[in-house]
């Protein structure tokens, strides 16, 4: 009986057409990827690098989505349910990522980028300083308020190296047949991100010091500025949510005044009539879109973690010169 079904069942598959029998044996292959759920599109990117076509990648916050403000969707439960790793920033970037997980009920293995990463950290922004004689008076510049860690590390290209490493020991982890594969992928883009950053280096390197001042809507680009010597002027703090009060904006103006600073940009679009009016009241005009929170869809100008810093670099340079 047993053997008569088999033979039924050979003969049923003979009959059908090459391509759905070459359908039904690539099915198992596809499905044997490991499911890896990425909190964001800058994350997912990095794990795509790695994994190759041995993972399945889906990040909850896609291209344009901005990971401070995300409102997940019930369909998002089921891929983390799903996943086998899941990867995340950390330091209080996403914490709507954390409760997914929570209600997801995952209890697999999760990926932190930033374990291991020494935060720029809090610092007393207040409106207030000491000269140094005791006396404590106002300051003549404003400097939004920094209430948490700094979670942006990915903006400094040797801390993205340091994310890279942690997705490789992770992917590795959690597919330990894939291993190789994913040292070797990540040995190759870490080579590519060496060479972007000496590349992103020597193009600040062609602005004078003086000129290497940008206005942003958030505070989204400290380790960028960190990096590569550039001081960066947010019109927020780290989280875009709110908006800067009347004398925060015109002491801002002010300094853009006062400094003659040319680049303006947009960082997050939500800030975008905040941006525009401080660049119409100081003389100056919003220079273009930086990339910060999230890549570009695959047809824009920022589809990828190295496109990113590209793009970003490219408008940055001519603005702070004064020529954009």
């Not at 990867?87 to 996403?94: D, I, Q, S, T, Y």
């Not at 280096?201 to 958030?218: G, W």
Request: proline fraction near 8%; aromatic fraction near 6%; hydrophobic fraction near 40%.
């Amino acid at each position: 009986m047993r053997r008569r079904l088999l033979l039924t069942l050979a003969a049923a598959s003979a009959a059908l057409p090459a391509a759905h029998r070459q359908v039904v044996a690539q099915t198992p292959r596809a499905d044997a990827r490991l499911p890896v759920t990425a909190s964001f599109s800058i994350l997912g990117d990095m794990v795509r690098e790695v994994g190759g076509g041995r993972v399945a990648i889906r990040s909850i916050a896609g291209p344009e989505a901005d990971p401070h403000l995300f409102q997940p969707r019930p369909s998002d439960v089921q891929a983390i349910q799903e996943a086998r790793l899941v990867v995340r920033n950390g330091l209080a970037f996403e914490p709507w990522f954390d409760r997914l997980i929570r209600s997801a009920g995952y209890a697999g293995p999760v990926v932190t980028t930033t374990d291991g990463v020494q935060p720029r950290g809090m610092e007393n922004h207040e409106h207030g300083h000491d000269h140094g004689d005791g006396v404590t008076r106002r300051r003549q510049h404003y400097v939004p308020p920094r209430q948490v860690a700094d979670p942006h590390c990915w903006q400094d290209l040797r801390l993205g190296q340091a994310y890279v490493r942690s997705i490789a020991s992770g992917l590795a982890a959690a597919d330990p047949a894939g291993a190789d594969l994913y040292r070797r992928n990540a040995d190759a883009y870490l080579q590519r991100l060496a060479a972007l950053d000496g590349w992103v280096r020597a193009q600040i390197a062609t602005v004078p010091p003086a000129r290497r001042k940008v206005v942003t809507s958030h505070d989204a680009l400290g380790y960028f500025g960190d990096a590569y010597g550039v001081r960066f002027l947010p019109a927020q703090g780290i989280m875009p949510e709110g908006q800067p009060s009347a004398a925060q904006v015109a002491a801002l103006i002010r300094q853009v005044r006062a400094e003659g600073i040319t680049a303006v940009f947009l960082d997050a679009p939500g800030s975008a009539p905040v941006l525009r009016r401080l660049a119409e009241e100081a003389g100056v005009r919003v220079s273009g879109r930086l990339y910060a929170d999230a890549l570009s869809p695959p047809d824009g100008p920022a589809p990828n973690y190295e496109a990113m810093f590209r793009h970003n670099v490219g408008l940055l340079v001519p603005a702070m010169r004064g020529n954009a």
